[in-house]
């Protein structure tokens, strides 16, 4: 039996319309314009991640957050528990672009970093 999904490209800019079907344990991707297509099209079906933006607070510093990012994608079922843990970080002032604040947070293999000074 296959399933058959489809998707919007969205590791360029041109936007890709994607179809991507599982069968006997193979996945085929059409609709791609260039090779980083496939490989999304592939993680989609399999296992989808996304990268987190947010913020988190800051004890002493010009603002009183500052914005933060994962290194990488984490799987999409554990965002809300990605955002549990980032919303109880409290950093105190100064910190630069850059910082990894957790390592490997919630043991997703992606760091959370800070993107803006503080």
């Not at 991707?29 to 296992?47: A, I, L």
């Amino acid at each position: 039996m296959s399933e058959i999904k489809k998707y919007t490209c969205v590791v360029c800019p041109k936007g890709c319309s994607l179809v991507v079907e599982k069968a006997n344990g193979e996945i085929k991707v059409t609709g791609q314009k260039c090779p980083r297509g496939e490989v999304y099209g592939k993680t989609e079906m399999t296992d989808p991640r996304r990268v987190i933006t947010s913020t988190v607070a800051v004890a002493g510093g010009k603002e009183p957050v500052t914005s933060v990012k994962t290194t990488q994608g984490v799987p999409k079922g554990q965002i809300f528990d990605v955002m549990s843990t980032i919303n109880s970080v409290k950093l105190k002032s100064p910190c630069k672009r850059g910082d990894i604040i957790i390592k490997n947070i919630n043991g997703t293999g992606a760091d959370l970093v800070v993107t803006r000074s503080c």
